[in-house]
């Protein structure tokens, strides 16, 4: 009987400190897998380190978690990691506070594509670009262009994100004499692609498979997992084409109601310090977004980590991140409809 009080004793004094911990901590909401590790282990241990205050993450989808945070009465998290254009839902639907960038001194070195709004800010960049096994396809064929893409040696070996349409969509308007805002100058040509679809990957881990495995030897990826799968031997080369890759920058915005807005711009500028900026390249091989990060020579040289004003300007395919917002659902539908089906 002593034993079992004790035993009771433990676990309601466990079960209290993990409420106190919770209620303590600063609480981040974002994808969960590698990218939260991203996080916690280039952003959030250095918080903790700096502050001694802990970070607890919740996780999941891009459109889960909005979602969730509409219905939500109160805020579950401090501050949100998203996408930069899901980010202009949360600051459409209230749910993000207004920024005083003056209690972000590391702002003064964001650059410019990373200004995203008033409510949020970009944490890090990459693009969605050409990945391909040179293994799996003809050895004429280099990807100098999107163009590439629609060469009929390619049949039935190429793959591109169910979930985002948007950068295909975007290049093939592109190259049809148009862009993201008269997007429908590039349907026909969207729609001669069809016949080198092989498969749509749901997610990040979908897409590894699907490219490690060979079964879509071509992908339109993100740079990030592309050189994450090269660091696990997976033979895949990503190129830059000559009209620029779509980039696109992961955001970060304080949830409105928070009650440690002070702690979340701490984050937050810790997030944008140099240092950090330099592990995350290192760490992921993204694209920093300020301009005093230290980036070594072999990551720099990589295709899609921008370093430079001019690569910046000249190699980066930019959606605007409100059009972006308000199309994706209806982007995704004509997607669905004409090229999954």
Known sequence: MIRKLMTAGLLSATLFANVAWAQDALVISTWGGSFRDLIDENIGKEFTKQTGVPVKYVTGGTIDRLNKAKLASTPESDITFTTSHIGWLYANGNLFEKLDTAKIPNYSHLVDQAKISPFHIGSWAYV????????????????????????????????????????IIAVSAMLSGGDAKTWEKGQDKLKALKPNMKAFYTNDANSQQLIATGETPVQVLLSMNAYYMIGQGVPIKVVMPKEGAVLGVDAMGIMKGSTKTDLAYKFMNIALSSDVQSKIVAFKKASPVVDNAKVSAADAALPGVFTTKEQWKTQAIVIDNQLRAEKTAEWRKWFTENLMN
């Open 128 to 167: 969605y670009t050409i990945g391909y096994r040179p293994d799996a396809v003809p050895a004429n064929i280099k990807f100098d262009s999107w163009n590439d893409l629609w060469k009929p040696e390619l049949k039935r070996k190429l793959s591109v994100p169910d979930f985002d349409p948007s950068h």
